[in-house]
T-cell receptor, first 115, second 111 residues
Framework: NAGVMQNPRHLVRRRGQEARLRCSPM?????VYWYRQLPEEGLKFMVY????????ESGMPKERFSAEFPKEGPSILRIQQVVRGDSAAYFC?????????????FGPGTRLLVL | KQEVTQIPAALSVPEGENLVLNCSFT??????LQWFRQDPGKGLTSLLL?????REQTSGRLNASLDKSSGRSTLYIAASQPGDSATYLC??????????FGKGNQVVVIP
């Protein structure tokens, strides 16, 4: 049973370009969470999705950021018109159920560098 | 809003000493608390998960305690080894199903 997979592992973009980060949850998991780790900061929650639904996006910036988790395929975190401040490690986690006692399993992260 | 603090931010210990890492949180209404390890440029490895009804969890040389009422957890690593050098993250889960992380304890074990 493969763990949470994220790709690409490293992504370099110039200011103004778009960044697309992909997350494939563990097999049998239908809940996905995205977190961001800025340099010298702790991980911060961004968004929580179930298949085809955004459950909680309160941690995601209102502009330029969007997330989806389609019925088929990976979850996508999309950042439009990237700026240098978007440089960070983006981690995806998944869980099988919604119950609060459930463990979230983390992927290896995507490290985004904006030049 | 849940705030998680980890003290000390960084520490160095000689090999063989025991490590004590502290985590505090402001809202005691949590479902569970989890300790992770993060190596430089790497992802998160889950070490121990303590449900709110539990007081401690043990795995090998690692022991984590939880005092929910006072909003504290401690991670003990016995007989530290150079391979234990990493950043240790504490995360709590509250009612909104999201994890709130501390900034981490950066540990260096000196051979």
């Amino acid at each position: 049973n493969a763990g949470v997979m994220q790709n690409p592992r490293h992504l370099v973009r110039r200011r103004g370009q778009e960044a697309r980060l992909r997350c494939s949850p563990m097999k049998g998991h239908s809940h996905v969470y995205w977190y961001r780790q800025l340099p010298e900061e702790g991980l911060k929650f961004m968004v929580y999705l179930q298949k085809e639904n955004i459950i909680d996006e309160s941690g995601m910036p209102k502009e330029r950021f969007s997330a989806e988790f389609p019925k088929e395929g990976p979850s996508i975190l999309r950042i439009q018109q990237v700026v240098r401040g978007d440089s960070a490690a983006y981690f995806c986690a998944s869980s099988r159920f919604e119950q609060p006692q459930e463990t979230q399993y983390f992927g290896p992260g995507t490290r985004l560098l904006v030049l | 809003k849940q705030e998680v603090t980890q003290i000390p931010a960084a520490l160095s210990v000689p090999e063989g000493e025991n490590l004590v890492l502290n985590c505090s949180f402001t809202d005691s209404a949590i479902y569970n608390l989890q300790w992770f390890r993060q190596d430089p440029g790497k992802g998160l490895t889950s070490l121990l998960l303590i449900q709110s009804s539990q007081r401690e969890q043990t795995s090998g040389r690692l022991n984590a305690s939880l005092d929910k009422s006072s909003g504290r957890s401690t991670l003990y690593i016995a007989a530290s080894q150079p391979g234990d050098s990493a950043t240790y993250l504490c995360a709590v889960k509250s009612g909104n199903n999201r994890l709130a992380f501390g900034k981490g304890n950066q540990v260096v074990v000196i051979p």
